[in-house]
């Protein structure tokens, strides 16, 4: 599985972005498919989920009603709308997708095996 995502950008607090990963190489309907988020000196942790044939997305608990996941599945790309972004947004965005992960895992970066190359957001005054 190949993933290429991009979107990241400088935004002031308040404002929005929409980042994008494109899938290729693989059937996706096992896979599930998420977004994490590494700031500096952090260790990467879950933003939000969805599998790829299923639409009940799951979110870390502090994007919940900021943050919607979704997927295009006739572009096979997976998208993060974010809203409000605040400055602890701020952080390397990545993309990441594993074969048939079991529910309790999926917030669980070693549970995906694909990940993208990473977007940087910053969200700043």
């Known amino acids: 599985v190949q993933l290429q995502a991009s979107g990241g950008g400088l935004v002031p607090p308040g404002d929005s972005l929409r980042l994008s990963c494109a899938l290729s190489?693989?059937?996706?309907?096992?896979?599930?498919i998420a977004w994490f988020r590494q700031a500096t000196g952090k260790e990467r942790e879950f933003v939000a989920g969805?599998?790829?044939?299923?639409?009940?997305?799951f979110y870390l608990d502090s994007v919940k009603g900021r943050f919607t996941i979704s997927r295009d599945n006739a572009k096979s790309t997976l998208y993060l709308q974010m809203n409000s972004l605040q400055p602890e947004d701020t952080a390397v965005y990545y993309c990441?997708?594993?074969?048939?992960?079991?529910?309790?895992?999926?917030?669980?970066?070693?549970?995906?095996?694909?990940w993208g190359q990473g977007t940087q957001v910053t969200v700043s005054s």
């Open positions: 990441a997708a594993g074969l048939g992960i079991i529910h309790s895992n999926l917030r669980i970066p070693s549970s995906y095996d694909n």
């Open positions: 190489g693989v059937n996706l309907d096992y896979y599930a």
């Open positions: 969805i599998k790829w044939t299923n639409s009940n997305p």
